[in-house]
């Protein structure tokens, strides 16, 4: 049975979208309010894409590889096993994306929310390029 990959899709298109509208209204340092807000926009969009994306390789290395390692692995470990798999490429890449991911759920400052938002634009082309992937072998 395919996965319904519908709010995988929606949340890559929010995502960029969001980057979309900030890199048109965001020029230089943030140091307005309506720079601050589409800039938290953005970072939220990461936040649930990046979510959505590891819960997606979960659940696709479970009905594809299987075994008794996917079900207790760390989110390091499962993105080793998708990049096995072929899931995705820059391994390394999704450590930092966790990494970040992190900072969202415990501290909020400027310089923070600067870091994360970087990179949440790096992000989205291996969000992009997961989605693509799992679209090709999802059967």
């Given at each position: 049975?395919?996965?319904?990959?519908s709010?995988?899709?929606?949340?890559?298109?929010s995502?960029?979208?969001?980057?979309?509208?900030?890199?048109?209204q965001?020029?230089?340092?943030?140091?307005?309010?309506?720079a601050?807000?589409?800039?938290?926009?953005?970072?939220?969009n990461?936040?649930?894409?990046?979510?959505l994306c590891?819960?997606?390789?979960?659940?696709w290395?479970?009905?594809n590889?299987?075994?008794?390692?996917?079900?207790g692995a760390?989110r390091?470990?499962?993105?080793?096993?998708?990049?096995e798999?072929?899931l995705?490429?820059?391994?390394?890449?999704w450590?930092?994306y966790?990494?970040a991911?992190?900072?969202?759920?415990?501290?909020?400052?400027?310089a923070k929310?600067?870091?994360?938002?970087?990179?949440?634009r790096l992000?989205?082309?291996?969000?992009?390029?997961?989605l693509?992937?799992?679209?090709?072998?999802?059967?």
């Open positions: 049975m395919a996965l319904d990959l709010s995988l899709r929606k949340a890559v298109g995502l960029q979208r969001a980057l979309k509208v900030a890199a048109s965001i020029k230089g340092k943030v140091d307005t309010d309506s601050e807000v589409i800039r938290a926009g953005v970072i939220q990461f936040e649930f894409t990046y979510e590891w819960k997606f390789m979960k659940r290395l479970e009905k590889v299987g075994g008794p390692d996917i079900d760390t390091k470990e499962l993105f080793r096993m998708a990049a798999s072929r995705i490429s820059g391994v390394t890449r450590f930092k966790q990494a991911r992190n900072e969202t759920a415990h501290t909020y400052d400027s929310a600067g870091a994360i938002y970087s990179t949440a992000f989205a082309a291996d969000a992009e390029a997961f693509r992937e799992l679209e090709k072998r999802n059967d």
